[in-house]
């Protein structure tokens, strides 16, 4: 089967989330193929999708490679000309996908595009992870259009318009292939955490333009905000935030920015430390100690901006406008 477009799900321990929400992109996807790929689970996802969804292809891997990683590993076996990467934990809504498509197939400067994602559990809200599409800010801060760090907005019909944005989410993510694979893929050095936004700034980085596509809309189960998550996250989160920025920002900028970073994540580090959160703290140092070491052993692989397109980058500190300036949603930051 060679569709023109790959639903790829990928998968760990993750046979309810299977159960809950492939229904809904069954029924809803049509004109791609469905694709389940296995980061070597330990359940009985497999048996449950072979006896379940005979017609859903399973790529199986022989570990867990983490989301970058096992979506770099499968996508190798895929053979379509545009990939959907999917969370197992995203409901979908009818004409979800072909819309978005349509767009990509319209402007080949185009290489990546998100639906508007929305709370699954609060169906009226955005969803954390990339509500209608994903920004950052000077100091490489991401944010959302209806999410300004865990502030959500109410879906009010303000965001409906299509519009560039800097980073897709990789909850519902459509990407080129030939973009994918010429630009290098996901970074597995990051694991998981900040990857998507990474892969997008190398892209904008070449010019291409990321698009959000408010009319197609999702609802994602998500996890939470920064302070409700583990001390791995939080690591990882403050580590691959400070890879992006030394990997994608130019030479004559990297310095001063990650300068004021570091330092804007100390701040962060005493707050979760008088918030009664010392394992959050201890993992912001453990994530800057991690970021030398990675500078030290050079295992980042840079692309030299060619032609970069920073439509998307916010030219304000997000933690000065939200935090001391009080502004709590996307149209007051843009004020």
């Known amino acids: 089967m060679n569709e023109k477009t790959a639903v790829v799900i990928l998968n ?165 292939a030939s973009a994918y694979h010429n630009i290098g893929g996901l970074d597995e050095f990051y694991f998981a955490h900040m990857e998507e936004i990474d892969l997008c700034w190398r892209l904008k980085n070449q010019g291409y333009k990321i698009m959000v596509y408010p009319s197609s809309t999702v609802y994602h189960l998500g996890g939470g905000t920064l302070n409700k998550v583990n001390p791995r996250k939080t690591f990882l989160n403050f580590r691959n935030s400070l890879l992006t920025l030394h990997k994608n920002l130019s030479k004559k900028d990297r310095f001063g920015i990650i300068f004021i970073r570091l330092c804007l994540d100390g701040i962060a580090g005493a707050k979760f430390l008088l918030t009664g959160k010392p394992k959050h703290t201890w993992a912001i140092v453990r994530s800057h100690f991690a970021f030398y070491g990675a500078l030290s052993q050079n295992k980042l692989k840079r692309i030299t901006p060619e032609n970069p397109n920073l439509k998307g980058l916010i030219n304000k500190s997000i933690v000065k406008e939200h935090v001391i300036k009080k502004k709590n949603t996307f149209n007051d930051l843009l004020k």
Do not use: M
């Open 12 to 176: 760990w321990n993750g046979k309810s989330f299977l159960e809950q929400f492939l229904p809904s992109v069954t029924q809803h996807t049509v004109n791609a193929q469905i694709i389940v790929a296995d980061n070597n689970s330990t359940d009985d996802s497999i048996s449950f999708l072979k006896t379940n969804y005979p017609q859903i292809e399973i790529i199986k891997l022989d570990k867990n490679y983490g989301f970058a990683g096992g979506y770099n590993k499968a996508l190798k076996e895929v053979k379509s000309e545009y990939y959907v990467l999917l969370n197992s934990d995203v409901e979908v809504t009818e004409n979800w996908l072909n819309p978005i498509i349509e767009l990509l197939d319209s402007d080949h400067s185009i290489v990546a595009c998100q639906p508007k994602i929305k709370d699954y559990n609060n169906n009226t809200y955005f969803e954390y992870a990339g509500a209608s599409g994903g920004f950052i800010d000077k100091y490489g801060y991401p944010f959302c259009r209806g999410r300004i760090f865990d502030e959500l907005e109410e879906d009010k019909g303000q965001y409906n318009d299509a519009t560039e944005i800097f980073w897709a989410s990789g909850a519902c993510f459509v990407i080129r």
